[in-house]
């Protein structure tokens, strides 16, 4: 379980969201232009908009029957239609067009066969849109979840001058960025919004295909609502390597709306190697703002300490620094927090490493545990800013608050396989 929200101002427990769609090897980033441009090309541009009632805007379908969908001999799917869907493909993976009878716009979506980079796929669908239209409001409405993948969709509802009339659309869009065979799907007519988010995730959930991706040893998905609007999820796998230690891939994104009719989007990743202990040994992190890069470092043990290396807001940043003590990995604070049960009350530190809030270092993070019911409150602080967490009797952390200025933030762990 990764720490919080960063960016609204949360402490502890290193970051909370970071990108889906990181390979341990590194990151989606650099393959997105190609999907953007397939997905222009397919039609993801919101466009011929009508004079329409507020009740379109309302309006909902019931199911259609579900029609086959072959990617090659990659994977096969389902997805609702009213006739045969029509796929094409392309060299950055598999359109894919179902007519519902929706408003005459067919629901589209694109089968990406390489990562991506939740926050930068959306952000550059949502920036091509925008070229033609301009958003209303835009937000997120709609979360879901098969095993360790999400699924978010967003709806933007536009204006449009058109013949000199101001005309009003409505554009949906859902993205899925599991590890193999991500995609985004999308729908431009009012109304539809849950019809929408049925077939987009019932589509998604459909997938069949061969993986050899290893099992971890413990899973987790995180989703993060704010005062109940989905904002973001978190995925962390743990993998034990051989020597006594052992590997965390933490990779997630969030959807911010920051003003009417816009939003943010960030993704970040962390990819830890450590003891068995939590004392990291090496560490790659991975930070993106609307697809640009803002932060990547990479540290790795020394006897003093730790050297560092990468980019801060695209300047070249490289040093090393002493370290009395290593830094720790959350992977000790949830080995600690499981070893308490749920009758202890305790206090500690520990110094954990945060690149965006100090490359030169560690942060020094203080927890204090007490019992409530048949588990745990535990309080985390760093400097000023504190949150709360929620744990079991066995000391596993199920949920995680803290306020965003006047906004509850609350992240509650919603998959989970596995024991550290």
């Known amino acids: 379980m990764r720490g919080c929200f960063w960016a609204f101002g949360c402490p502890g427990l290193g970051r909370f969201v970071v990108i889906l769609g990181l390979a341990s090897a590194g990151?989606?980033?650099?393959?997105q232009k190609d999907a953007t441009s397939a997905n222009q090309s397919e039609g993801s541009n919101p466009s011929g908009p009508k004079v329409v009632s507020s009740a379109d805007f309302e309006r909902e379908a019931s199911?259609?029957?579900?029609?086959?969908?072959?990617?090659?001999?990659?994977?096969?799917?389902?997805?609702?239609?009213n006739a045969a869907p029509t796929v094409e493909k392309s060299d950055a993976g598999y359109t894919v067009s179902a007519d519902l009878g929706w408003g005459g716009s067919p629901v589209q979506c694109f089968v990406y066969e390489h990562v991506i980079d939740a926050g930068a796929a959306v952000h550059q669908l949502l920036k091509a849109a925008a070229k033609d239209v301009k958003f209303k409001v835009l937000a997120p409405y709609f979360v879901e979840h098969l095993a360790f993948d999400p699924m978010l969709a967003i709806r933007g509802?536009?204006?449009?001058?058109?013949?000199?009339?101001?005309?009003?659309?409505?554009?949906?869009?859902?993205v899925v960025p599991r590890p193999e065979h991500p995609l985004m799907c999308w729908h431009d007519a009012p109304g539809y919004?849950?019809?929408?988010?049925?077939?987009?995730?019932?589509?998604?959930k459909s997938f069949q295909w061969k993986s050899e991706r290893p099992t971890p040893a413990r899973g987790e998905l995180w989703i993060a609502t704010l005062d109940g609007m989905p904002v973001g999820f978190s995925r962390d796998m743990t993998y034990m390597l051989q020597g006594d230690k052992l590997s965390r891939v933490s990779l997630g994104a969030r959807f911010l709306p920051t003003g009417p009719g816009e939003m943010s989007f960030e993704d970040e990743a962390e990819v830890i190697t450590a003891d068995r202990d939590g004392s990291i040994a090496t560490g790659k992190y991975i930070n993106e703002e609307n697809g640009e890069a803002t932060l990547t470092i990479d540290i790795e043990r020394t006897k003093a300490g730790y050297n560092y290396v990468g980019t801060i807001q695209g300047k070249s940043v490289s040093g090393s620094f002493k370290s009395k003590q290593p830094l720790k990995a959350h992977y000790a604070v949830e080995k600690k927090l499981r070893s308490l049960g749920s009758t202890k009350k305790t206090k500690f530190d520990e110094l954990e490493y945060d690149p965006s809030l100090d490359v030169k270092g560690g942060s020094k993070v203080s927890y204090e545990v007490n019992a409530q019911g048949d588990g745990l409150v535990?309080?985390?602080?760093?400097?000023?800013?504190?949150?709360?967490m929620k744990a079991n009797g066995r000391g596993v952390v199920k949920q995680l608050e803290f306020l965003a200025g006047s906004k509850k933030v609350q992240v509650n762990l919603v998959e989970e396989s596995g024991e550290l």
């Open 193 to 204: 919004a849950k019809s929408f988010a049925r077939v987009g995730s019932e589509f998604a």
């Open 157 to 174: 509802v536009y204006n449009v001058e058109k013949d000199g009339k101001l005309l009003a659309g409505d554009f949906k869009l859902m």
């Open 27 to 31: 990151c989606g980033a650099a393959k």
């Open 378 to 388: 535990v309080s985390s602080s760093i400097g000023h800013r504190g949150m709360m």
């Open 63 to 81: 199911p259609a029957a579900k029609q086959v969908v072959k990617g090659g001999d990659a994977w096969t799917a389902y997805i609702e239609a």
